[in-house]
């Protein structure tokens, strides 16, 4: 959904609609959308600035990265972003530490569905948990740990790594 920034009146522009993305666009490889993407945004314009505040929300399906079984995860995150034209990025000789988080706009042009999907990427975590003290599984049998003890006996250390130890010791 391109939006021609020259469009947006002084009051703003108001965008609310839902969003249909094919779970291959996503960062995380197991995630699967359950529900559509709705979001609701607000564009403004000030000089050649592009102001967006926005809110996403939607229902994914994560795979748990300790006990891969899927559970499902509901996003809704707000975001405030400036779009600056590309003419002030080519100006620039080279890039300051500030300009990795300015964004720009091509052909007085927005690209909105990107922008979501992008603060939907954003908004992943980095290691999908089905809960925070999720045991995972057995490394013997393969069991899942919250479904009960599965009686085998885990070995807690690697003997190759017990010379380690001492370094952790003598830096206490």
């Known amino acids: 959904m391109l939006i021609d920034i020259d469009k947006i009146t002084r009051g703003g522009l108001k965008i609310s609609r839902d969003f249909d993305f094919q779970s291959l666009e996503l960062v995380e490889e197991n995630a699967v959308f359950l529900k559509p993407v709705h979001s609701d945004l607000t564009m403004t314009r000030m000089g050649e600035e592009i102001w967006i505040k926005g809110r996403v929300t939607t229902l994914f ?7 891969l079984i899927p559970y499902e995860c509901s996003i809704d995150s707000q975001f405030d972003l400036v779009y600056l034209p ?7 000789d080279e890039l300051d530490n500030e300009d990795i988080d300015q964004l720009f706009y091509q ?4 690209d909105v569905r990107e922008v979501i999907l992008e603060q939907l990427n ?3 975590p980095v290691k999908p948990l089905c809960a925070e ?10 069991k899942i740990r919250q479904d009960g003890n599965c009686g085998c006996q885990v070995k807690e250390t ?3 790594l017990d010379k380690l130890k001492i370094f952790v010791k003598d830096k206490r």
Request: charged share 30%; aromatic share 8%.
């Open 61 to 67: 399906s994560f795979v748990c990265s300790r006990c």
């Open 86 to 92: 590309e003419a002030f990025h080519e100006l620039k």
């Open 107 to 110: 052909n007085r042009q927005i």
């Open 122 to 124: 954003l908004t992943f």
């Open 133 to 142: 003290d999720c045991e995972g599984i057995c490394a013997v049998c393969g």
């Open 158 to 160: 690697d003997e190759r």
